[in-house]
């Protein structure tokens, strides 16, 4: 005799009459569908394994990053903002996981089933970033100096265009303490203390001597990124169920990330000369 687990609970471990076959039981189509489905999942994680993180700050946290890149254009239409790229993605919750997943907009070249869903893209800013800030995992191992993508919507641009025209117009090798106030701040950070700047070649050297260049590179953004077309948005995310994907997500930034003027409280030049060189700069001066 079998034993049914919570079939006495109400509405919990029911057990089927004799003669019917219970929903959660699958066989012929209905199995190698959902096996399919699992087996798109498991190579979905294993072609995500090797893209980098996003950066990321709890409320209430702090860490300590330094820029691989953020130029602000110096002339032409374009002067004043940062010559980096930008894209319109759409942040989706998964079911089981306190991780989100990011996927491109697809609404300026087809109709964006996310977006019909009400799912609204945000346009971020892309910078690559070295997070030095020490990560203690529930094994007790430790990690540091993990380059990540550090996507930035518009009040937190206009912050860091002020830090860049104080670095003489660049963020690259530009070192910041970063904090986040609370929950409804900015998941990068809202707060923002200067460090120092340092040429980015002495930062590449100082987390790793022998493959420094590998270290300041900026991160190929288009290989980063998740692009699915609107078909396979619709596939991955059982649109036409009828019970839809029911994800959702918002942005209020405007499009349009002029960068302000400096302030001259926080000038500094960087450290080891104005010529973005190696400088005559020691390891021990560069705090991490």
């Keep these: 005799m079998g034993i049914h687990v919570g079939a006495n ?41 090797g893209k980098l993180w996003r950066y990321y700050l709890r409320p209430e946290e702090s860490g300590r990053i330094f820029f691989l890149n953020g130029d ?24 089981g996981s306190k991780v989100p997943q990011f996927y491109v907009c697809v609404s300026r070249t087809e109709t964006c089933p996310l977006c019909e869903a009400g799912n609204f893209a945000s346009f971020v ?22 380059k990540r993508i550090y996507a930035a919507k518009g009040q937190t641009i206009k912050k860091l265009a002020k830090k860049a025209n104080a670095n003489g117009g660049s963020l690259a090798g530009v070192m910041l303490d970063v904090s986040r106030s609370d929950s409804r701040s900015a998941t990068v950070g809202d707060d923002f203390d200067l460090v120092g700047a340092w ?35 619709r596939e991955k995310f059982h649109f036409d ?26 000038s500094m030049p960087p450290i080891g000369g104005d010529d973005g060189g190696g400088g005559d700069v020691s390891d021990s001066e560069i705090p991490f």
């Design 199 to 233: 040429p980015l070649e002495k930062l590449g050297k100082r987390v790793d001597p022998e493959k420094w260049e590998d270290v300041i590179e900026v991160p190929d953004f288009a290989e980063e990124l998740t692009y699915l077309s609107a078909a396979e948005m």
């Design 9 to 49: 609970k109400k509405g919990s471990g029911e057990v089927a009459s004799k003669g019917t076959r219970p929903s959660w039981l699958m066989k012929g189509k209905a199995a190698q569908g959902v096996a399919q489905e699992h087996s798109d999942a498991a190579e979905e994680r294993k072609a995500n394994r």
């Design 125 to 146: 800013g892309l910078f690559g970033i070295i997070d030095t800030t020490v990560y203690t995992n529930s094994e007790g191992k430790e990690f540091k100096n993990r």
């Design 241 to 266: 169920d009828p019970s839809g994907p029911g994800y959702q997500g918002q942005s209020d930034d405007a499009p349009n990330y002029p960068a302000g003027k400096g302030d001259e409280d926080d």
């Design 72 to 95: 602000i254009v110096t002339e032409g239409e374009e002067k004043g903002s940062f010559d980096i790229d930008f894209v319109e993605e759409h942040k989706v919750s998964v079911h």
